[in-house]
C-alpha cells in the first residue's frame, strides 16, 4: 500500500519549458489535491478534483492545468514555466471532508 | 470565503513540557472540519488531529489535543510532554462540510530545547 506518490521529486526547468507532474493513489479516495509550498506561506491550493473526469479552480489555478482521466491519478500541467512557478509541489487525496493524505512532495526550481 | 491565521510564526517549548499553538479561522459554513498537520524537516506532512465542528468533546489523539472554541472560532492544539521529535512545522487546516477546498495557515515553527 504506497498511499500517495509523486513523480518526479525533483525538477530542474528553463523559462517556457513544459512539464507534467503526476500524482497516483491506491486508498480509493474520491478527492485529489494539489497544492504549492512556498515560504512564509503554508500551502495554497492550485487545483482539485472531487473524482473521475471533474477538475475545479482553487486558490492559485493561473499558469497551471489539471487532468483526472482515472480516479487514482492527477495530473498537473506547466504549458511555459515561469520562475515564480519555483516551489515545492504537493499532491493529496482524500474520501469526502475526511483528513488528506499527502504525498511527498516535487521540489521544481524554474531558472 | 474561509480563513486560518496562526499569530505565532516560531515558538520554542523546553522538552517534556507542554505547548500550546494557536489557530482562529473564519468562515460561513455551518458545518465544517479542523485539522492539524506536522511537516518535519524531512518535509512531509502528517496528519495529527481532527475536530468537527458539531463534535461535543475537544478531539485527543495521544499527546495531542485540541483545544476547540467554536464561539471564539478557534482550534488550538495542544501537544503535552513535548520530545525532541516534536520540532517541525505545525500547520492548522479547515474545510467546509459542503465545499472541497481545504484551506491551510501559514503554520507555526516550534522548536523543542533539550
Known amino acids: 500500500n504506497a498511499g500517495v506518490t509523486q513523480t518526479p521529486k525533483f525538477r530542474v526547468l528553463k523559462t517556457g519549458q513544459s512539464m507534467t507532474l503526476l500524482c497516483a493513489q491506491d486508498?480509493?479516495?474520491?478527492?485529489m489535491y494539489w497544492y504549492r509550498q512556498d515560504p512564509g506561506m503554508g500551502l495554497r491550493l492550485i487545483h482539485y478534483?472531487?473524482?473521475?473526469?471533474?477538475?475545479a479552480k482553487g486558490e492559485v489555478p493561473d499558469g497551471y492545468n489539471v487532468s483526472r482521466l482515472k480516479k487514482q491519478n492527477f495530473l498537473l500541467g506547466l504549458e511555459s514555466a515561469a520562475p515564480s512557478q519555483t516551489s515545492v509541489y504537493f499532491c493529496?487525496?482524500?474520501?469526502?471532508?475526511?483528513?488528506?493524505?499527502f504525498g511527498p512532495g516535487t521540489r521544481l526550481t524554474v531558472t | 470565503a474561509q480563513k486560518i491565521t496562526q499569530t505565532q510564526p516560531g515558538m520554542f517549548v523546553q522538552e517534556k513540557e507542554a505547548v500550546t499553538l494557536d489557530c482562529t479561522y473564519d468562515?460561513?459554513?455551518?458545518?465544517?472540519?479542523l485539522f492539524w498537520y506536522k511537516q518535519p524537516s524531512s518535509g512531509e506532512m502528517i496528519f495529527l488531529i481532527y475536530?468537527?465542528?458539531?463534535?461535543?468533546q475537544n478531539a485527543t489523539e495521544g499527546r495531542y489535543s485540541l483545544n476547540f472554541q467554536k464561539a471564539r472560532k478557534s482550534a488550538n492544539l495542544v501537544i503535552s510532554a513535548s520530545q525532541l521529535g516534536d520540532s517541525a512545522m505545525y500547520f492548522c487546516?479547515?474545510?467546509?462540510?459542503?465545499?472541497?477546498?481545504?484551506?491551510f495557515g501559514p503554520g507555526t515553527r516550534l522548536s523543542v530545547l533539550p
Open positions: 475536530q468537527g465542528s458539531y463534535d461535543q
Open positions: 487546516a479547515m474545510k467546509g462540510d459542503y465545499g472541497q477546498n481545504f484551506v
Open positions: 478534483s472531487v473524482g473521475e473526469g471533474t477538475t
Open positions: 486508498m480509493n479516495h474520491e478527492y
Open positions: 468562515t460561513s459554513d455551518p458545518s465544517y472540519g
Open positions: 493529496a487525496s482524500s474520501r469526502m471532508s475526511y483528513e488528506q493524505y
